[in-house]
T-cell receptor, first 113, second 118 residues
Framework: GENVEQHPSTLSVQEGDSAVIKCTYS??????FPWYKQELGKRPQLIID?????GEKKDQRIAVTLNKTAKHFSLHITETQPEDSAVYFC????????????FGPGTRLSVLP | GAGVSQSPSNKVTEKGKDVELRCDPI?????LYWYRQSLGQGLEFLIY????????KSGLPSDRFSAERTGGSVSTLTIQRTQQEDSAVYLC????????????????FGPGTRLTVL
């Protein structure tokens, strides 16, 4: 089945710096890649997603890049702010045998003031 | 409703008791998912519904766990004879229909039910 790895598991950056989180997936047929942000005690919420027909998508300070050949996609946060501190999860759709999304293990991002 | 809702928000039970958790998906969403999240951990997939059928039950931890969905809408997750290791936040998510049965749409999460088994 689909296997999603996510790195790093924890990341600390100074306010104003950039943060990059990378995910790799195994099923080359995967075609939709969302990123979720989960603040402490709250539900995961979609922050950005990308479909396989594009290589990059940007929304203000957040961007996602996709490399289908290498089967990895990355979340980029620029000009980080303390409110960006949260756990970030990537996900990939299932392979042909399954129907559930497979989530990465999460990255805990801390933005230090 | 405007979003996915879950009830109860918190449930404290004694070991050995049965519990039932409820999820109301976004109106019109055909796909519904249940996940479990232990403190500080990632999302553990439990079960997925497409309409009323559950094509993927592979994540259910044991036969004490079961789920059903009626009318293509509300779903209930039942845990029988609860154990302390069942303590976690149970999250429900829903999404629209995918193409050819494959799920490609964004999942929207409910607020979760925090289950504590004493």
């Amino acid at each position: 089945g689909e296997n999603v790895e996510q790195h790093p598991s924890t990341l600390s950056v100074q306010e104003g710096d950039s943060a990059v989180i990378k995910c790799t997936y195994s099923d080359s047929a995967s075609n939709y890649f969302p990123w979720y942000k989960q603040e402490l005690g709250k539900r995961p919420q979609l922050i950005i997603d990308i479909r396989s027909n594009v290589g990059e998508k940007k929304d203000q300070r957040i961007a996602v890049t996709l490399n289908k050949t290498a089967k990895h996609f990355s979340l980029h946060i620029t000009e980080t702010q303390p409110e960006d501190s949260a756990v970030y999860f990537c996900a990939a759709p299932p392979d042909a045998r399954g129907q559930n999304f497979v989530f990465g293990p999460g990255t805990r991002l801390s933005v230090l003031p | 409703g405007a979003g996915v809702s879950q009830s109860p928000s918190n449930k404290v039970t004694e070991k050995g008791k049965d519990v039932e958790l409820r999820c109301d998906p976004i109106s019109g969403h055909t796909a519904l998912y249940w996940y479990r999240q232990s403190l500080g951990q990632g999302l553990e997939f439990l079960i997925y519904f497409q309409g009323n059928s559950a094509p993927d039950k592979s994540g259910l931890p044991s036969d004490r766990f079961s789920a059903e969905r009626t009318g293509g809408s509300v779903s209930t997750l039942t845990i029988q004879r609860t154990q302390q290791e069942d303590s976690a936040v149970y999250l429900c998510a829903s999404s629209g229909a995918g193409l050819a049965g494959r799920t490609t749409d964004t999942q929207y999460f409910g607020p979760g039910t925090r289950l504590t088994v004493l």
